[in-house]
């Protein structure tokens, strides 16, 4: 790829994919942004509960692209899984927004709740893989552009997710536990002008590079037929059943250890437990070429630090808003900023310097300068770590109940956000580089498999959040105070950056030329 077809600039179905995704965001980021403040304030649980049904939900939020690529590589193809997505997704707000419309029945209200998580959970598996792999599908392999791409691409999804909390806490965030359902609808129109978009102008822009309709026939069904009668011998029906149910076992026998041994909860063991054997049983495929199966172990290897990078990050919808509303001074110029409006730092700081960092790798790529994807998001780990630390240093020896100034989780924020663009859109675009074309979809699923860990972690890890007479603790650590509690994700993130780090040149070699 030479340096003049670098400055033609990007497909018009990028800027499509950008729009729709940036609506769908709206969306899930509205909802997220009011989501433990509306169980906290509205269903009236406590701190913790609410923190698991917030892990649970995100958890699962990112197991369900597993099934969803899954499907599209096999039977659907992308767009019908997109389009389907996007449909239960509009349901499950629309639940939502029942629920909180009569939340003060409260066994209604949790019935309506988890009917439209559930939908939530499954449309967004349909639509989150399918939508971020057809980013790739526009460019041809090798293509120097595609990091740039997914920056701009990611730079769509923050729009969204910097509108989102502005929006529904706008609305819903009120102090006035009826406004939430307000919050909900305003999110659920979000998802109705995604579907909108998507169905009236994919035929228009959804062309590949050889002008093809992308994402119409399931990528399995043109290659696996060739690739599995070049590369794999034939197997009977009761071969395949034999090894389906010895990877059953090891699920379930997984699934105990989580659960009986470790007393994890059952989502909780469900979720550690699938991270484990789906990714291995797709690595065990027989039609996988020795180059094939080792550029997918450095998604897998780089997938387990992104655990977590993402435990720490996604503090933003549990800790960091109990944080924001109980000991964040927000009065500017006598008016008190709704703690949701915080989520809107993270996404306005990402827009702001995403197209700052695009361009960055374009000019290093083009003097092959670029960094390879391991080292970028081991300096994204280390970036996170050094935003725990800022605020750590912030309310180190702070009194309990005194707030403080709305600058350190301004600061945090923003250091997180130089490090959410090092890590994420580059992990995306890492994942299309590497996974066979076959399998895209579905590798594209276990990426989001590490996300599914680590916003469960996420959740168990907000749930250690300081409370008065709840003594708390992990693995021997006490948790006692807020720079306890900060100080607990710094030691985290920044163990796992050094690793990463050392581990990277190792890694570049069995990416076989792919940075």
């Known amino acids: 790829m030479s340096t003049e077809q670098i400055k033609k600039g990007h ?58 690529g899954y499907i599209a590589d096999r039977y659907w193809g992308m767009r019908r899984s997109i389009l389907w997505g996007a449909i239960l997704m509009l349901l499950g707000q629309l639940f939502m927004f029942f629920s ?7 066994d209604l209200a949790h019935w309506l709740m988890y009917i439209g998580l559930a939908s939530l959970i ?10 971020t792999t057809m980013v790739g599908s526009l460019y041809e392999p ?10 701009i691409f990611y730079m769509g999804v923050n729009v969204g997710a910097f509108i989102a909390p502005l929006l529904t806490g706008f609305l819903g965030d009120t102090g006035n536990p009826a406004d939430f359902k307000w919050g909900f609808l305003a999110a659920a129109i979000g998802m109705f002008l995604s579907l909108v978009l998507f169905v009236g102008w994919k035929n228009k822009f959804l062309i590949g590079p050889n002008g093809e309709q992308l994402g119409i026939i399931a990528a399995g069904k043109v290659e696996n037929n060739q690739s599995e009668k070049e590369k794999a011998p034939a197997r009977s029906i009761r071969q395949n059943v034999r090894e389906f149910l010895a990877w059953a076992v090891g699920g379930v026998v997984l699934f105990g250890v989580f659960h009986f041994a470790l007393e994890f909860d059952i989502i909780g063991a469900f979720i550690f437990a699938l991270c484990i054997v789906v990714p291995a049983y797709v ?22 630090f992104v655990i977590f990078f993402w435990a720490a990050f996604e503090q933003a919808g549990a800790s960091l808003t109990y944080f924001a509303d109980e000991q964040t001074n927000r009065e500017i110029f006598g008016w008190t900023m709704p703690a949701s409006y915080f989520q809107s730092f993270n996404p306005v700081f990402v827009v702001a310097f995403a197209p700052l960092m695009s361009w960055l790798w374009l000019k290093l790529g083009s003097k092959n300068m670029e960094p390879a994807s391991p080292t970028k998001q081991a300096m994204g780990l280390f970036l996170l770590s050094i935003g725990y630390l800022v605020i750590a240093l912030g309310v180190q020896g702070v009194e309990p109940g005194v707030k403080v100034s709305i600058m350190w989780l301004t600061g945090l924020y923003f250091i997180h956000s130089m490090g959410e663009l090092m890590l994420s859109p580059i992990g995306l675009s890492m994942v299309n580089k590497l996974a066979p074309v076959r399998f895209a979809s579905l590798l594209m699923g276990i990426w989001y498999l590490s996300m599914a860990t680590a916003n469960k972690f996420a959740g168990m890890l907000s749930g250690l959040y ?14 006692a105070t807020m720079y306890d509690f900060f100080m607990l994700f710094v030691v985290i993130s920044g163990a796992a950056a050094v690793i990463l780090f050392l581990l990277s040149k190792w890694l570049q070699k069995l990416m076989h030329g792919i940075k």
């Open 122 to 131: 499954f449309g967004n598996g349909f639509f989150k893989p399918n939508i």
């Open 11 to 68: 497909p018009k179905g990028l800027y499509f994919v950008f729009s729709t995704a940036m609506s769908e965001r709206i969306s899930y980021y509205g909802m997220r942004a009011i989501f433990t403040l509306y169980l906290t304030k509205a269903l009236l649980m406590d701190k913790e509960l609410a923190s698991t049904i917030y892990g649970n939900y995100t958890g699962l939020v990112y197991l369900t692209p597993l099934i969803g």
């Open 142 to 151: 090798g293509d120097k552009r595609l990091d740039s791409a997914y920056t």
């Open 283 to 304: 690595i065990s495929d027989r039609s996988l070429t020795k180059i094939e199966k080792q550029r997918i172990g450095v998604i897998y290897m780089i997938a387990f």
């Open 466 to 479: 300081p409370e008065a007479g709840k003594p708390k603790s992990f693995i021997g650590f006490e948790i």
């Open 100 to 106: 909180a419309l009569y939340y003060q029945n409260s």
